[in-house]
């Protein structure tokens, strides 16, 4: 298994919409194995394929404490969601910088798991949140999209200094 360099923002790979799984085998295994380890090493509670710079319609994610809650998620789609509430919000690929969106807290998900069969789950709380999020991601989106303008512009000017610095 190896840790994979996480791309940020503004890098142009992060604003494609990524194209669904259609083959469920050896080097997709390996790419999930390598999403879990760098997920976890950042650490972060998800990951989207495209923010290692994988333009494919997957994300994995653990919420739980102890790191044994992996959920992979592939082709992933909501099917039912509640009304939106204001929660925190931060991002890899937006290193050191947090704010308040909204997302909906309650939903229900529908994807394909490691091997390809389909599932779906209720999710609340911080799992909704997150879902919402890596989904974001495999849409091309970040959670600054719903920030003002004024905002976003601070944010990309700061973070294109620290990557010009070598950060
Ligand atoms: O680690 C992460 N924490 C987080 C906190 C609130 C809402 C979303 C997230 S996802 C983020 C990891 C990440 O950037 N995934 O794409
Ligand atoms: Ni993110």
């Not at 229900?108 to 091997?115: F, I, P, V």
Request: overall charge negative; some cysteine.
């Amino acid at each position: 298994m190896a840790v994979l360099p996480i791309l940020h923002h503004p890098d142009p790979r992060l604003r494609r919409k990524t194209p669904p799984v259609e083959r469920f085998d050896q080097d997709l295994q390996r790419l999930i194995d390598d999403m879990f380890e760098t997920m976890y090493a950042a650490p972060g509670v998800g990951l989207a394929a495209n923010q290692v710079g994988v333009q494919l319609r997957l994300a994995v994610m653990d919420c739980s404490d102890e790191h044994d809650q992996p959920l992979v998620m592939i082709n992933p789609e909501l099917v039912m969601t509640d009304d939106p509430q204001e929660v925190e919000e931060g991002c890899l690929s937006v290193p050191d910088i947090r704010d308040k969106i909204r997302r909906y807290n309650k939903l229900r998900l529908r994807a394909l798991d490691r091997n390809g069969q389909p599932y779906e789950l209720e999710a609340d709380g911080l799992m909704a949140q997150c879902i919402q999020h890596e989904i974001d991601h495999l849409d091309g989106k970040l959670y600054i999209d719903y920030l003002s303008s004024l905002k976003r512009e601070r944010i990309r000017k700061k973070l294109q200094k620290a990557a010009v610095a070598g950060g």
